[in-house]
């Protein structure tokens, strides 16, 4: 009766994740550890749990890389920019290949929730940098 068991995984509904482009997002406006949250949720939401080990092993190794960076080269606009630019390219991209590797299909999870989250950080960031408060 295995045939019976296989007809069971055909009609399981496929994953609901977060895009790729969301996860873009996050990584570049929160640092790639925003985008490593979206992305931990995506690896439970398909059931890949062991991956999550993975992904922190390899965002702590481009931690550690982006910090050595910034002590070699001193703190400018460079150093800092453009390997964080780089991990948001990586995670959304060829990680998530890496990663969900075998998740063709999948729903889109919407994205409200993390925008919103999103809107609470750097709102309140925008106007404490550009308004003057003091009389």
Request: charged share 10%; aromatic share 16%.
């Amino acid at each position: 009766m295995d045939y019976l068991d296989d007809l069971d995984d055909l009609y399981k509904a496929p994953p609901a994740l977060y895009s790729r482009i969301l996860i873009l997002i996050y990584s570049l406006f929160l640092t790639p550890i925003g985008g490593v949250i979206l992305m931990t949720i995506n690896l439970i939401s398909a059931g890949r749990l062991i991956n999550i080990i993975w992904l922190v092993i390899a965002l702590l190794l481009f931690e550690i890389g982006h910090l050595g960076l910034i002590v070699y080269y001193g703190a400018s606009i460079w150093a800092f920019f453009l390997p964080l630019i780089l991990e948001a390219i990586l995670f959304a991209f060829p990680v998530w290949n890496i990663l969900l590797k075998g998740t063709n299909t999948y729903r889109k999870r919407k994205a409200l929730v993390p925008i919103i989250i999103l809107l609470f950080i750097w709102v309140p960031l925008l106007i404490l940098n550009f308004f003057d408060f003091t009389a």
